[in-house]
């Protein structure tokens, strides 16, 4: 038996990463209006998929790459807001972050227990 050697290009790669996160914007938006109904249930869905995108470029910013961990990190960004991240009064949610002692799945799952376990699952409240 002959084996053959598939070559993967480029431009190929950027078409299934695209697709791929594309995919995971798919799931989210839904994801968010279920999750969220106050919030996002009636969000316009471009709206949503830019929420998204901008968690996507946020949680990059602290390693938090995986997407179960960006899911994380978004709904905490829901409740705590856009910029929580940078936000003077979440300083602390921000230090955990920044924490490299610990990996990024660690962290951000560190981050939504202190936010969820609070009580704060209303979207916007602090």
């Known amino acids: ?9 480029e431009p190929q790669i ?14 989210m938006v839904t994801h968010l209006r279920q999750v969220f109904p ?3 249930g009636s969000a316009p869905e471009p709206a949503l998929r830019e929420r998204i995108q901008r968690a996507i470029t946020r949680a990059g910013r ?3 790459v995986r997407e ?10 829901v409740v705590k ?5 940078e936000a003077p009064e979440h300083a602390a949610l921000r230090a955990i972050l920044e ?7 660690v962290r951000v799952d560190h981050v939504h227990a202190l936010v969820f376990s609070a009580g704060e699952t ?5």
């Open 81 to 85: 807001g856009d910029g929580f991240d």
């Open 99 to 105: 924490d490299e002692r610990q990996s990024a799945s």
């Open 62 to 64: 602290f390693g938090v």
């Open 68 to 77: 179960y961990d960006v899911c994380l990190y978004l709904q905490v960004m």
């Open 1 to 9: 038996m002959e084996t053959v050697m598939l070559l993967i290009r």
């Open 122 to 126: 209303r979207a916007g409240e602090a």
């Open 14 to 27: 950027a078409a299934f990463a695209e697709l791929a996160v594309a995919d995971f914007e798919d799931r």
């Open 38 to 40: 106050e919030a996002c």
